[in-house]
């Protein structure tokens, strides 16, 4: 793949969102703030797409700008946010110009005992950096595994009604859409998820409180048959005087059969610390019972915080096959002076399909150095040991050093 530049695309859409947003936001009183951020990061990496054989050495010198607006009222609220990169390397696989766009739009209108809320988002990557996740950082959930070069755009909405906010028992209705397209590779199909819910909740007392969810969702993959899940569950919530207990069940009717489990979660909320820790066990689609489980724990510590993490479960993936999914993660940082501090961060995740049993590991060393500079600027330099293996294709691995500027602001008019 030659190398592209997607600057003209790219920059109508950020230009459009923001014409829209900005008079939006202008239309209401209060809460306003804006958020800026720059970046300049200079890395080398080497076999940045986790390949066997291993891909030669990439260097890449990239600056990245990102604008936020939220604004928020009694009855009304609004999120805006726009974030691109300037990139050039020494890869003729890897498009220069403007890279990894990403756009988020949020409204929101605020009734007495209800609310509707609107969004929508665009977003570009680069499928080697993509190429470890297991896991969405952001989400927790399961993404589909992904290969070959080129890039991965995702775009979608949600929309959402909630009622009964304010009273003894209320409920939530939502739909939502996820077109994924890839350009300049061939290993990867298109698709789109469509997804229709509706939940309803009710409060015996004060500290209970009782739930039932039903959720449709339909995967249609360019070249295969759609396929339909229908999922149910029903929760039942005690709220404690440090946390809560949490009891839930469910049932999911796909294409490939029925996978049902159960699950009991408990959760400790302290003045230096939290902790969480869920026990279950599930039935997949080929009849099989697996224990699962998750636990999360995090504490304050006098000069920064520790975090762990830990996680096994079954669940289908963003590409609807059956997955056995166990990960692992720790995080520590730590203030060494008043401008400086360190951070260290360990992620491994594996998953099993249960369909072919075909196994694939990941695993993430992370060391970041981080001094703050006058005018509110801060110097990072780190270093990325990532680790990949895969039956058929064998153990891969990947070294990262990085060099980054950077600063975030925040205004208020």
Avoid at 90 to 97: I, K, V, Y
């Amino acid at each position: 793949m030659r190398k592209q530049v997607r600057i003209a695309e790219c920059a109508m859409g950020l230009g459009l969102m923001a014409v829209v947003a900005v008079p939006l936001a202008a239309q209401d009183e209060g809460g306003l703030r804006l958020t800026f951020g720059i970046s300049s990061r200079l890395e080398n990496v080497r076999n940045p797409g986790l390949t066997v054989p291993a891909e030669p050495d990439q260097t890449r010198a990239s600056s990245r700008l990102s604008f936020g607006l939220t604004d928020t009222t009694r009855r009304s609220a609004i999120s805006f946010s726009v974030a691109g990169t300037v990139a050039k390397d020494n890869d003729d696989d890897t498009p220069d110009g403007l890279v990894d766009p990403n756009l988020n739009l949020s409204l929101k209108r605020i009734a007495a005992t209800s609310a509707v809320e609107l969004s929508a988002f665009l977003r570009e990557n680069d499928l080697d950096s993509l190429r470890t996740l297991i896991l969405d950082p952001d989400t927790g959930d399961i993404v589909g595994d992904v290969t070959g070069d080129g890039t991965q755009r995702q775009k979608g909405g949600t929309v959402s009604f909630a009622f009964g906010e304010a009273g003894p028992w209320g409920g939530n209705l939502s739909g939502s859409v996820t077109e994924t397209t890839y350009t300049g590779t061939t290993s990867e199909s298109d698709s789109r998820r469509s997804n229709l819910g509706a939940s309803l909740r009710f409060r015996v007392d004060p500290a209970t409180e009782v739930s039932t969810g039903l959720r449709w969702s339909r995967y249609a993959e360019a070249g295969e048959a759609a396929r339909k899940t229908v999922r149910s569950d029903f929760s039942f919530r005690r709220d404690q005087r440090a946390g809560y207990v949490l009891a839930t069940v469910f049932a999911e009717a796909t294409e490939d059969g029925t996978r049902s489990g159960l699950s009991f979660e408990r959760s400790w909320e302290l003045p230096d610390s939290s902790l969480s820790l869920s026990l279950g066990v599930t039935r997949g689609v080929t009849g099989d019972l697996t224990p699962t489980g998750q636990l999360d724990w995090q504490k304050e510590l006098s000069r920064g915080t520790v975090s762990v993490g830990l996680r096994h479960d079954v669940s289908a993936g963003d590409d609807d096959q059956e997955t056995v999914v166990t990960a692992a993660r720790f995080g520590l940082s730590h203030e060494l002076t008043r401008l400086s501090s360190i951070e260290f961060g360990l992620n491994a995740s594996g998953a099993d399909a249960t369909d072919t049993s075909e196994a694939t590991w990941n695993a993430a060393l992370s060391a970041t150095y981080s001094h703050s500079l006058p005018n509110e600027w801060t110097l990072d330099a780190g270093m990325i040991h990532r680790i990949r293996s895969e039956d058929g294709s064998g153990k891969a691995t990947s070294n990262t050093v990085f060099l980054e500027l950077r600063r975030n602001m925040e205004w208020r008019p």
